[in-house]
């Protein structure tokens, strides 16, 4: 019997008794322990007291250290931004700081694993006998579209920006899909309080009424929350992206196999636009990416929810007429849709050539002002922006038609059928279970009016307007339904032009990435059928050793190379020639013959075609160094001007301080710079501040400061007086730096031990290995010592012939002054002739 009234109890009712029956047992257990303890209450609460104070001691003193942490933190950041520096740890993660409003935010940047990138090559790499689809990895001539390469190419790059399922931005997809189902819900929730509202005020339920718009209110308090969260989440994760592949293609493009060089001087996949790759498409593949999840996602599941709801309400038959329409709709759109696909891919390559046109004119901007070229340029520039102008008006012209079906299509034609459809069960009461409801109560009504009369008549049509306020109801929430899949199903139509764009956008990242990873695996293939032109990128047959202590070149044919995949041009044949330590060697020869080009094939960036080239490694100071023929000034400080391309960590880590950088300033003859210019936290455009003697001295001091083994100097001291210029080789050699030097002067002989001179014979290519001061040697500087005396010789010769160019054209000048004078005095003459006349 207690059973039964127990189980006859409410919910609330047996919590209750629960709840009092654990409370007793706490309350019993807590007693047993009181009587068990053997100290007093006194000593327990001194015991609590201690405990008390000594947490609240320990957690000050551990805000304390946590406020001097963050102050050192914030200290280091602000002195690490003025010097241009960061932190590195030994796995190779940098942190850096970044100025933000009044302090500095600290960013940690973990490199990208070799794995990553070998494992990732499989997708973005074909096999030289592939076409098609065959190896997985579409080739690179597929036009961009919404076909099987887009989806390869998708899937490819979400392996970048998604690398693991416990990532950052798998919380941020997962974030986002749980605020866009909370949409659909809130939409819901919406068409069924409208439906509720509208009848609440026909029926005049002004209760009912006002609660129901206290309801709308907060519902769309709620709703306002989420679009918010939605919108922000959607750029949170297109942040996400941008960095995960920016980090990735800067990982590529500045790896050790120099991509950054070879991209644009080896690899014709990219061109000259790799800037435009990286910033403006890089940035519209993640936006669109990050909005195509919304846009894409949320409609479908919309479609879905709706669907299923008017299904119940309306039957099968209206059902089936919205998934056709839907069928319709998406053929129409897809056969009469342009490629948009294409047309951004070519967009986003026109801009990029436009921008390079601007980047031309900045990087030479000195140059063109010398030859006052600006109006050449004002052409050039004109020409590309109406290449451009043309193609986006073109682009512009499409789409006004295809906007004007779209627009008709998805909201007119879709409205009109939304109201048919949600007519069915007025006019058609078969169709739907609610006006089969609708219909009973009229029979119903009918047969009361007639069995009792007025009174019944006034309960009939009262209960009529009931079903009338629900059938209102049910129309609204219908109607309100069908506008919502109609808004869901013309964001999906839209997304076919939105996944159009994105595949032009997803084209252009794919093919900067694949390019890079192509240049990494030097993975160059001749295309199919034909044979591997000669010295082109796929015809590479030599060997670059490094590790080696010296510089060594067997039978290496030196050859500019060409854009892939056509054949270079050769300079040198054969090149054979070895520099050990100590001896120092000189680079002579005409302008053309490759002088340059020699420390270009050691330096590794041009291809080895044939034969062995051995140098040391750049590591270390046991390395090689290379000082160019411009001389490069980095942004920075002008610490960093000096220690370039080392930063202050690295500075820290070899033990060098400051002072050391002031003595090689001044052997380099530059003492005075840092207190000219302000000291080594100085920042300033260093290129237009220094001169040009000054960046070639600065370019010593480099090399001083590094102390590599072996330096080759590409014209480095053209700039600079004989007798400085002498100063730093010998401050060079007395550090043990063996030299390679490319120049044309003589003098600089003097301080080498051999000589190689380029451009002889009759084509040009051969050349000439000698030891300074040997008999062969001496015999090429006498013969240029005869020809020198030769030419001396006729000296007098080109005097005289010089002397009787003179006399004859002096004869002509005087010749031309008296027939000058003679036909400035005639008009004289005639005009006293003819006033002697009139008088």
Request: aromatic share 10%.
């Amino acid at each position: 019997m207690a059973a039964q009234s127990t189980l006859r109890q409410s919910p609330a009712d047996r919590f209750s008794l629960l709840f009092d029956h654990y409370y007793e047992r706490l309350i019993s257990r807590l007693n047993r322990l009181e009587r068990q303890n053997p100290l007093s209450k006194r000593t327990t609460q001194l015991i609590a007291t201690l405990a008390l104070s000594l947490t609240i001691i320990t957690s000050g003193y551990g805000g304390y250290r946590l406020y001097r942490r963050r102050k050192t933190e914030r200290e280091e950041g602000r002195r690490l931004i003025r010097r241009n520096s960061g932190i590195r740890s030994k796995d190779g993660t940098r942190t850096i700081y970044v100025p933000y409003k009044d302090r500095a935010t600290k960013v940690v940047i973990h490199p990208t694993k070799q794995s990553t990138f070998e494992a990732h090559r499989r997708l973005f790499l074909s096999p030289p006998k592939q076409t098609g689809m065959e190896s997985g990895v579409p080739p690179t001539n597929i036009k961009p579209g919404l076909n099987m390469a887009f989806l390869h190419q998708f899937g490819a790059l979400a392996n970048i920006v998604i690398p693991r399922w416990r990532s950052k931005e798998t919380g941020l997809l997962t974030t986002h899909a749980a605020f866009l189902l909370l949409r659909t819900y809130l939409s819901l929730v919406v068409a069924r309080l409208d439906g509720e509202i509208v009848r609440d005020l026909v029926a005049g339920k002004g209760r009912a009424f006002l609660l129901g718009i206290a309801k709308w209110l907060s519902i769309g308090a709620v709703s306002s929350y989420t679009n918010s969260m939605i919108k922000f989440l959607q750029s949170k994760i297109s942040i996400a992206f941008r960095t995960r592949l920016t980090r990735y293609i800067h990982d590529l493009y500045l790896s050790p196999e120099l991509a950054y060089y070879k991209l644009h001087n080896l690899d014709g996949g990219v061109g000259q636009g790799a800037d435009q790759f990286i910033t403006q498409d890089l940035t519209l593949f993640c936006d669109s990416a990050a909005s195509l999840y919304s846009s894409l996602g949320k409609p479908l599941v919309d479609l879905v929810t709706f669907n299923f709801q008017l299904y119940k309400s309306l039957g099968p038959l209206a059902l089936s007429g919205l998934l056709i329409n839907y069928f319709a709709t998406a053929t129409l759109l897809r056969r009469l849709s342009p490629p948009f696909g294409k047309m951004k891919a070519v967009e986003g390559r026109k801009e990029g050539e436009f921008r390079a046109l601007h980047a031309r004119l900045i990087a030479n901007a000195e140059e063109v002002a010398f030859y006052n070229g600006g109006p050449t340029e004002h052409v050039l520039l004109d020409q590309g922006f109406r290449e451009l102008r043309k193609w986006m008006e073109d682009i512009y012209r499409i789409k006004v038609g295809y906007n004007m079906l779209e627009d008709f299509v998805l909201k007119y034609s879709w409205s009109a059928f939304g109201y048919l459809v949600t007519s069915m069960p007025v006019f058609l009461p078969a169709m739907g279970s609610l006006t089969q409801m609708a219909h009973a109560p009229t029979s119903v009504g009918r047969s009361s009016h007639d069995a009792v009369g007025e009174s019944t008549t006034t309960d009939a049509s009262t209960e009529s307007s009931d079903k009338s306020g629900g059938r209102m109801k049910q129309f609204i929430t219908n109607k309100r339904l069908m506008l919502s899949l109609a808004d869901a199903g013309g964001r999906m139509m839209y997304s076919i032009k939105d996944l159009s764009e994105l595949a032009g956008y997803t084209s252009r990242v794919y093919t900067l990435i694949s390019t890079l990873h192509r240049v990494n695996a030097n993975a160059y293939y001749p295309p199919r059928g034909t044979y591997p032109e000669l010295f082109s990128v796929a015809d590479v047959q030599g060997t670059l050793h490094k590790g080696f202590d010296g510089v060594r070149l067997e039978n290496v044919p030196v050859v500019a190379p060409s854009l892939y995949p056509m054949g270079g041009e050769e300079l040198i044949d054969n090149l054979s020639f070895v520099v050990g330590p100590g001896d120092h060697l000189i680079i002579t020869g005409p302008n053309g013959a490759g002088k340059s080009a020699v420390s270009r094939v050691v330096a590794g960036l041009w291809p080895t075609y044939r034969g062995l080239t051995s140098r040391p490694r750049r590591e270390g100071q046991d390395g090689i160094m290379f000082l160019p023929q411009r001389p490069y000034l980095s942004p920075g400080t002008l610490r960093d001007q000096v220690i370039y391309p080392h930063t202050e960590m690295d500075m820290k880590d070899a033990g060098r301080r400051e002072s050391v950088l002031q003595a090689i300033l001044e052997q380099a003859k530059l003492g005075y710079i840092p207190e000219r210019e302000g000291g080594w936290d100085t920042r300033k455009m260093w290129k237009d501040v220094l001169s040009g003697g000054e960046k070639q001295r600065m370019g010593i001091a480099r090399l001083l400061y590094h102390e590599p083994r072996y330096a080759f100097i590409d014209e480095g001291t053209s700039a600079v007086s004989s007798d400085v210029e002498g100063l730093l080789y010998e401050t060079a050699k007395s550090k043990g730096i063996t030299l390679i030097t490319i120049s044309t002067r003589a003098s600089l002989k003097r301080y080498h031990s051999y000589t190689l001179t380029l451009g002889l014979g009759e084509e040009a290519n051969e050349y000439e290995f000698l030891r300074i001061g040997t008999a062969s040697e001496k015999h090429s500087v006498e013969k240029e010592l005869q020809e020198l005396r030769e030419r001396l010789s006729q000296v007098e010769q080109w005097k005289q012939r010089r002397k009787e160019i003179d006399e004859e054209l002096g004869q002509v000048w005087i010749a031309r002054e008296e027939r000058a004078e003679e036909e400035l005095k005639a008009p004289l003459t005639d005009g006293r002739e003819s006033l002697d006349g009139d008088d």
